[in-house]
């Protein structure tokens, strides 16, 4: 670990380095510096060395054979630039393979780039869903012996550690953040020392959590942080968003780049989810009342009002306050007419929760320019002469210049004004949007392209308008073509990118969806014992189909094989319908024939529900019973299928209850279906490769059964069963489309008697050979101990355990004393502490930093011990990063709460 003034040398080198390039001649201006990935030397000795396709690879471990494919295929796509799509299923060591060998290849190729004239700095951006799944990569990179600078990005709202700012989120919170840092008001925000603690933080800090306690130990704002952590970043973590929503697109620079998107079967939905955009009626009412109180405060405020002027004369926009009030007038104008637009035809007889008017994408140009018009100059702002007067309504011509005025507002107004402008911003988002597809529609017709074309991005839209139930309007313009958000990707020149995912088949559709080619593939193999390890079972008579699903017999017989079922699996089970409907449908069946009661004896009932708050509290309790025995009802494409590992005893068997084929009520599903049939049958694209609809249809099916199938296994060791209860499943389309891995494994159910006695075998035989792996668990765990061990020492800014000891110690006894010199004031805050609940982390670390802080630091440095100055710092670090200790404190500060409470 480096000393302030070495990191200070080293930052300054670099920036005098940086200087000199920038001096030179102007081919070499582009030049970029180029640092070799860090390698831990003594984790390579202990690591196994392989060698594929001329890369040397540390790996932890002798690589399964499975493993070893993988890497060949990463190592081969990015040798010769080409994109992959790779399946490997769950368990298989996807995610460390693919670690281990992007890493071997990036420290490879650093080294020969820094003996070329040009080098390329070529960086690894690895997404996923979720911030939770991202966690996973960062806990597994540090099984590696590679140490890459890294950067994992997120938002304010996963990132901003103020406390007063804990209950805002989203735009409020990005225009709050602005303005404090603006007014030099959040003291986490310390610019000048960012660089610095980027620097030498590049390696260690590894996931969202870390970052966040990194900078409250620091007093340093963990957001900026990781941004600034992105100009020195060789591995940047980011979720999906970041490389598929426009609006996120610009602030990863991914020119170069090897792009990987993990648990790779949601992309197609990301991606069209992405260039989608909506705005609601409300929003636009909303927007209107902001833009008054703006233009009220620029009428009175001459500040704000020069600097306005300031900033549109920069972009040679004269100022005239009519031009805002025009803007006012186009939003007023089009919120009237959508309020008239709720008496339309369509939406006077509800036949669901939602009525739709669903048009053409490019439609929403001409309703935007018929209804921003004050057509009757009720207003009275045309008589003004300005040459962009919105009143007259928006147009093709005076777009740009309408984006530009509420640009330069916002920008000024966020700053300097009182009042937050949030709607107003959603308006301009939305035009803005709009506007993009209309300059492309230019273009063609520039270019004499026809409009109509579904190469125009326009019609690659539907434009839906939705009335809820609680009457509110809204505006959609639902994308259907996943593959803009990857054209868009494309411009930019990545090195290659690599799709990867335990569930990616059936593979054909990802070049027809996403217009990309992917000259490597694997399927690869499980790394189980088949023959030993997994069960599926094809029913042959249960159909859950549409017409059928509501056959309260069928409902019956189903609940009464369940609940022989239970009683021979241990453990966990999951049981998975296609929809909430069907799943409350059965619930409500087998309530009212007391069925319900009879499972609930054997193994107690949780069922799925919409809110991922409540979920999580579901599913710690399911996690507490699965053991002893417990049933999760849940749906396809929810929580249970999507987001949470079910290893070992929390799924022993899973219950598949019909196909889950996508609801063919869903207007945005027929739409897309609709696109896909037009694309389908156009002469212009007769070259490309493309898929049928009701092709793509049965896909998704696929694709969903695969996923809630691959639930059930979920490491080397694990076992269970699957039984497909629905003989739809064996269908020829559908059959060919399940996961290869699995398909040996598949055998008829024909009858319950066979049926009881293989599932009872099977369990029986593999309960057994649970006390071997368990055995290899406890083996492996010193091994992680102390390597997590070793990482807390340098993250402390320590050589050795026996520094890390005393430092705790002299911790532990300066919080001692701490505690023992509580104001008054303190006192009051501990009160909360009231009724044996612990302080909220955020309280407490209010208390930390207030006035108390300062008492602390002063006893602190009048302490006699002999530590370095560095070292001192770090002791204050251990509070947080010492979980034992924080047990410790915990425990110390509910003593003293007690106390306090009791002398009261
Ligand atoms: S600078 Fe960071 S901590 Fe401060 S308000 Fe902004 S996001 Fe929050």
Redesign the pocket.
Known sequence: MKTPSQIDQQNSNIKSQHHQLLDEESEKINKRIILEIDIDQNMCKKQTQIILNDIPIYFPRQPYEVQKIYMESVIKSLNKKQNALLESPTGTGKTLSLLCATLAWLTKNRKDQLNTEQPKNIKIIYSSRTHAQLKQVAMELKKTVYKPKISMLGS?DQ????GD?SMIKGNI?NQ??HK??KMNQ?Q??RKDHLNKFAYNYSTLINSLEETRQF?QINRL????FERERLDFADFILIPYNYLLEQDFQNIVDIENSVLIFDEAHNVQSAAEEGSSFFITHNNIIEAEKDLKKWIDELESVSVIQDQLKTKLNLVKILYNLKEYKSILITIKVFAQYLEKLKKRQEFQYKESDENYLIMNGRQIQFIIFENTQDKDNTFRLWSDNSQTNYAKGVNKNNFEKYLQHCSILIDIMNDLSSNQGNYFEYWYKFMRNVYNLIKIEIKREKQKLSLESLSNEFNQYSLAFILDQSNQLSIHMWCLDPSLAFQRLSKKGFHSMILTSGTLTPMTSWTCELKQAFDIQLVNEHIIDLDKQVRVFQHQSFDFSYNQRNNEEQIDKFGITLLKLCQIIPNGILVIFSSYTLMNKYKNVWTSNKLINQLNQIKQCFWEIKSSTDMLQVFEKYKEKAKSGAIMFAIHRGKVTEGIDFSDELCRAIFLVGVPYPAKLDKRLLEKMDYLDKLYNDPEFSNQQRIKSSEWYIQQAIRTTNQAMGRVIRHKNDYGIVFLCDRRFEEKDMKLGLSRWIQPAIQPWTNNNDLIKQTKEFFITNISNQERYRKEQIDQKPLEQIEVKKRRIQFQGLQNEDDYQKLRNVTQEKMSRYYETLTENQSTNIKSYDNNVYLPEKQYQLMINSNSQKEFDKQYQQSNDNLTQIQQISSKRCFNNDNEYQQKEKFEKKKLCMTLKNQK
């Open positions: 304010r990132y901003c550690i103020r700012f919170l709050s953040c404090s840092i959040c986490f925000y900078g704002c963990p957001y900026y």
